[in-house]
């Protein structure tokens, strides 16, 4: 969970840093007042969201909307299931091996579905040339190509 | 109390005693008068209108005598009952025939002069005798200057003078000029440790609340400079030590080593003269002193002891024996500080042990006269509404109000979506706010609550209850946490604690609005106990349950039954630990309901409260058992210090080592001339962060037989505070009389074992002297304190909660302290924490009662946070059933497809299932996705409001 | 005024939302910025409700187990 988070974040722009997990046992209060306290003081010196990234409120609003999207999409959902059940299986709950595993099988659909998500919904505000999709995006040119080859496609079938 | 008075099973008479009691255990009558009360219980509403017009004065003794209350009240208004009554020493009317102004301001016409004492025979199996403790003599309090000068005041008084509904409003005022006191000094063992006022043992509990007074005190008044006075700091239970350093550290505590004798008036102020251990005198002035008084056997003791034909100790309290520390005599039981000075813990533990005695004896009758609680059938009407929440806000006495502000609170709660009802109260948890809230969720249709108050993890059960009684579901209430995790941790900023309260209280509400009606589930008890640990904690809850009525399996890691005991020779009490050891031992062999397994270990553990199944691996192979609970008595050990010469000097021996030797007479100890004690090695901050309890007593009680042994002998013991509670100081006493010598040394100063020649030496620091100084030792003999099993395998499996030291968490130190957080799970002796063998014994029986609860109702209550399956939406993957950590999801066909079905039982409501469902085709009760989404789109609804406002400050 | 961070913690009911509660009864303290959902165990935790969680304005997320 936390590195799929932390991957989607990455694809949007969000400072990774903004998430964080850890453990406390109950017997633990001490712990938990320290855990809590660094982290105040780590998101204290980011700033507020969007600061830190550089992002405006509504570019910012505009891609966590499309991972929002992702997050609910079924078909990534399965692939996110089938990913942690295996996890399971090999029984390697290591930080390297997940991410591993995360980077093979889920950052490409990451990737894929929210830059989909935001080329369509900035194609349907109107015409944009490929710079102004790049620039809003973040996306590589070959990957928005592909994109926009599978959305020509889509349209035909 | 609450839960006493909601018991259908409980019937309370206030205001009773018992005359007489007659026949046998098992078939007792007892005679009781009840006084009348003048007021009708059943009727009173507990409006206060009596109390309110009630023209006649009387001394207020709840409140210490701070205060004045009326002759018509209620001593405080979570009373249990909760009803008024009239005072038949104060009332006009029962003393002159007039007045009866009450009658007329009553609006149920409860008042009822016409009652009279009622005599009643009660049929009864067994007695438990809780009368509690006694005040301190007058004479004790009087050397202090108590009555004498006014801002001489008992602990008792600061108790009540703190209390948010107490004489003062919680402000804390000295009485001479109701000014704040600057300097306060808290004077220790005031009826305790005093010979003079016959209260020559110590009340065990006194330094601990002079530390928690003297915290709180900080906490009204930041700027107070206060003083501890202590003769030894004993802080002897689990978790105390780190709690008083704690409360030093962080208040800025004074803590002196020094007994001072009187207390003067000097110009308005009030002059301590002290000797500190340096033999130094000092002269202090200070604004308010407080005497931290004793806790004395309850006054009428001897004419209970009586009535009840039980004996007493010396001092008044009911004597009891170690083997058997909660009976007075068959059928007679004890709980509490009746049976000796102790603390609400282990009163607590008592008051299960003395349940789980009775529930032995009346074992065949059970259940014979129960009364079950019915529940009110659902308003359906009620629950077809849209949803109308509900808010309370919980004062919690000062706890939450003396930080948030509850009344903003409130009001912004009142103008939340959905919120129909918005109030606060004083105490929500109280048997007369539940009440309450009952009626207001009828008079205002409500049907669904918001809790602002404590943690839903102790509370929300209660909660629940009122709302089942209500008519309502009761997955239908959520609590806001505003007291643990926000008005306790955020005391020095109220504006942004309240902030916070009202965030919480909206993201409350949000999810209220979402949360749907749940079923209780019932599960069928499998009724017997695994015990793990066959010492005597293992062996005496074992034969309590089994005595009940119910199997047991008591599992031991050693070829042998008796753990730790086997070692112990002697103990402070005087009994045979070894005949304890070996009764113990016949006891559990020969009963029918025990299956013993020895050289054997519990491999796996799986299940749940009611239905676990474990592995046990003998030499003779593997069994498995089904059981419906689990006691961990899996005890500690003797630490081993490092250091010392422990290990490398044949003359250095542990207390234990040294018992042995002394049990095999004066021969075993050839020349040995002279002893050197030291307490605390490699405990309370050496190598073990805690106090272990018992080697103070244990070192006393050597050096006592050590000395019979050698009259001529010599016994110097090192040590940091002599912890010698309760009636265990007599013993320390006599030690000094026999001429044992004690010497404090400091942590920064610990003595050091040097060899020296052939022998050994003990450097020490002596405060009198101010020198370093040497002593020559036939045998060092060093108190090295009790650790725990940190890899104890049980509570791996089983996943309980430690404490940094690695003794088993309890659910609650004082409401379950036998309980672990996983349900079906009891913990007793050392594995809890060290203590000395009769707090063992009685613990074994509270676990022991706890533990028998669900297998005598025969079924469990499994709270409704479990996932369910829309069979419609699922697609039949797989996924949840591949995740679920506890198999609780198994797949089945349903019309020829594979769909996901939960075993509800076996489900422990992680909810991993549902984060993983691709279709959302998975809920989880009372934590579903809509209901976690609208609390985090509550969350950021304050941003969004605070945008509005700049959007309106712009614009204007 | 220096900026105040919001957060919203997830904390499971066995481990860290006892642990906050036992760092209560000890009267530790620490700073307010933080909010909290209760949730059984951090198993429930599902990606949806981190991005939610910033999709609102969350500053940062802190999911304790």
């Not at chain 2, 209108?49 to 004045?68: G, I, K, S, T, W």
Request: net charge neutral; proline share 5%.
């Amino acid at each position: 969970m936390a590195e799929t988070v932390r991957r989607i974040l990455d694809t949007v722009g969000v400072k990774r840093d903004r998430f964080y997990i850890d453990w406390a046992s109950a017997a633990e209060g001490p712990r938990f007042v320290q855990l809590l306290t660094d982290f105040t003081e780590r998101i204290r010196n980011l700033g507020p969201l969007g600061e830190a990234e550089g992002l405006s409120r509504e570019r910012l609003q505009f891609r966590l909307e499309a991972a929002r999207k992702l997050c609910s999409n079924m078909q990534f959902r399965a692939q996110y299931g089938n990913l942690a059940r295996e996890i399971k299986k090999l029984g390697d709950y290591s930080p390297e091996n997940i991410a591993q595993l995360v980077e093979k099988k889920l950052v490409p659909q990451i990737r894929k579905r929210i830059l989909e998500t935001e080329v369509r919904e900035l194609l349907s505000r109107g015409p944009q040339s490929v710079d102004a999709l790049a620039e809003a995006t973040g996306a590589s040119p070959e990957e928005l190509a592909g994109i926009l080859e599978a959305m020509e496609k889509g349209k035909k079938s | 109390m609450v839960e006493a008075g909601r018991s259908p099973n409980i019937e309370i008479l206030t205001l009773a005693e018992v005359e007489a009691l007659s026949g046998r255990p098992g078939n007792f009558k007892a005679r009781v008068k009840v006084k009348p009360r003048y007021i009708d219980p059943e009727k009173c509403t507990a409006c206060g209108q009596c109390m309110q017009y009630c023209p006649r004065e009387a001394v207020d003794e709840y409140n210490e005598r701070l205060d004045f209350t009326r002759a018509a009240r209620i001593d405080f208004p979570q009373a249990v009952p909760t009803a008024y009554y009239i005072d038949e020493e104060r009332c006009l009317h029962l003393n002159h025939e007039t007045c009866m102004i009450c009658t007329n301001v009553c609006g149920p016409k409860a008042i009822d002069f016409s009652q009279k004492p009622e005599v009643r025979e009660l049929e009864v199996g067994a007695v438990v005798l809780t009368p509690g403790f006694g005040e301190v003599p007058d004479a004790a309090l009087e050397k202090y200057g108590y009555g004498i000068y006014p801002d001489v005041m008992t602990s008792l008084e600061i108790e009540r003078l703190m209390c948010v509904s107490g004489p003062s409003g919680g402000e804390i005022l000295r009485p001479s000029d109701l000014s704040h006191p600057r300097k306060i000094a808290f004077l220790q063992c005031v009826g305790s440790r005093d010979v003079s006022c016959g209260r020559p043992f110590c009340s065990s509990v006194c330094c601990m609340y002079a530390m928690k007074e003297a915290s709180m005190l900080k906490e009204h008044a930041p700027e107070a400079e206060i003083t501890l006075f202590f003769m030894d700091v004993r802080t002897q239970g689990k978790g105390f030590d780190a709690a008083f350093e704690r409360a030093v550290e962080k208040y800025g505590l004074r803590t002196v080593y020094a007994r001072v004798p009187k207390v003067e008036e000097v110009s308005g102020r009030l002059g301590l003269t002290y000797v500190t251990e340096d033999g130094e005198v000092h002269r202090e002035l200070f604004d308010l002193v407080v005497l931290s008084v004793g806790l004395s056997a309850p006054a009428g003791a001897e004419d209970l002891a009586r009535r009840f034909g039980i004996e007493l100790n010396p001092f008044g309290f009911a004597r009891t024996s170690v083997a058997d520390p909660l009976t007075a005599k068959p059928g007679i039981y004890v709980a509490g500080a009746f049976q000796g000075p102790k603390d609400i813990p282990e009163s607590v533990m008592q008051a299960s042990g003395a349940a789980a005695k009775v529930s032995e004896l009346l074992a065949e009758a059970r259940g014979k006269d129960q009364v079950a609680k019915e529940f009110p059938p659902e308003d359906q009407d009620l629950l077809s509404l849209p949803p109308r929440v509900g808010v309370f806000v919980c004062h919690c006495g000062v706890n939450i109000a003396g930080v948030v502000d509850v009344e903003r609170v409130k009001e912004y709660a009142a103008q939340l979506p959905g919120v129909v009802y918005a109030d606060t109260t004083v105490y929500s948890c109280a048997q007369d706010s539940l009440e309450r809230l009952k009626e207001i969720i009828r008079e205002h249709k409500l049907n669904r609550l918001v809790i602002a108050a404590c943690s839903p993890r102790t509370h929300e059960p209660l909660f629940q209850e009122t709302l089942r009684e209500a008519g309502l579901n009761l997955a239908l209430v959520e609590m806001a946490n505003i007291r643990d995790q926000c008005a306790w941790v955020h005391a020095d900023d109220p504006e942004a604690a309240t902030r916070k309260a009202m965030d919480q209280v909206r993201m409350a509400v949000a999810k209220a609005r979402r949360l749907r009606p749940l079923e209780l589930q019932k599960v069928k008890v499998t009724p017997g106990a695994l015990v793990v640990g066959g010492g005597a904690a293992g062996m005496a809850a074992a034969l309590s349950i089994a005595e009940q009525g119910y199997e047991v399996y008591l599992v031991e890691r050693e070829p042998e039954l008796g753990g730790n005991l086997r070692r112990v020779r002697f103990l402070a009490e005087g009994e045979d630990p070894q005949k304890i050891l070996k009764d113990l031992i016949r006891r559990v062999e020969k009963h029918p309901r025990i299956r013993v397994y020895t050289s054997a270990s519990v491999e796996n553990i799986s299940g749940y409260v009611g239905n676990f199944t474990s592995t046990v691996r003998t030499q003779a192979g593997s069994e498995v058992i089904n059981h419906g609970v689990v006691v961990v008595a899996t005890g500690g050990r003797e630490h081993r210090p490092s250091g010392y010469l422990y290990g490398e000097s044949p003359k250095v021996v542990t207390q234990l080592e040294f018992e042995e030797k002394l049990s095999r007479g004066k021969r075993s100890l050839g020349k040995v001339k002279r002893v050197v004690m030291i307490q605390c090695a490699g405990s309370r901050g050496e190598e073990l962060p805690h106090c272990s309890k018992l080697c103070c007593q244990q070192a006393v009680k050597n050096a006592l037989r050590f000395k019979e042994l050698h009259p001529d002998g010599e016994v110097i013991v090192l040590y940091r505070d002599m912890r010698t509670y309760g009636f265990y100081e007599e013993l320390y006493r006599e030690a000094r009389k026999r001429g044992v010598v004690f010497l404090r040394y400091t942590p920064e100063r610990r003595p050091r074992v040097e060899k020296k020649g052939r022998g050994v030496v003990v450097q020490a620091y002596d405060a009198l002297l101010k020198e370093e100084v040497e002593i020559p030792a036939d045998l060092v003999v060093l108190s090295v304190g009790i650790e725990a099993d940190k890899e104890n395998p049980v509570a791996q499996i089983l996943k309980t909660p430690l404490t940094s030291e690695g003794f088993i968490l309890e659910a609650h130190v004082k409401l379950k302290p036998v309980e672990v957080a996983v349900d079906g799970v009891y913990v007793c002796g050392l594995a809890h924490g060290p203590k000395p063998l009769s707090e063992v014994l009685a613990q074994a029986r509270a676990a022991a009662a706890k533990a028998v609860v669900p297998l005598a109702k025969g079924f469990v209550e499994v709270p409704p946070i479990v996932s369910s399956v829309d069979q419609k939406k699922c697609i039949g993957c797989g996924i949840c059933a591949a995740l679920c950590p506890y198999s609780a999801i198994e797949m089945v066909k349903v019309d020829k497809r594979r769909k996901a079905q939960v075993i509800s039982a076996a489900c422990k409501g992680c909810g991993v299932c549902g984060s993983h469902c691709p279709v959302f085709a998975i809920s989880l009760g009372g934590f579903t996705d809509e209901a976690i989404l609208e609390q985090i789109r509550a969350f950021g609804l304050e941003e969004a409001q605070e945008a509005e406002k700049e959007v309106e400050k712009e614009a204007a | 005024m220096g900026f105040e961070p919001r957060i919203l913690s997830f904390l499971c009911n066995w481990c860290c939302y006892a642990a906050a509660d036992s760092a209560g009864v000890a009267r530790f303290s620490y700073p307010p910025n933080n909010r909290v959902i209760r949730i059984m165990c951090t198993g429930r935790m599902d990606p949806r409700f981190v991005v939610e969680a910033f999709y609102v304005g969350s500053d940062g997320v802190f999911v304790g187990g």
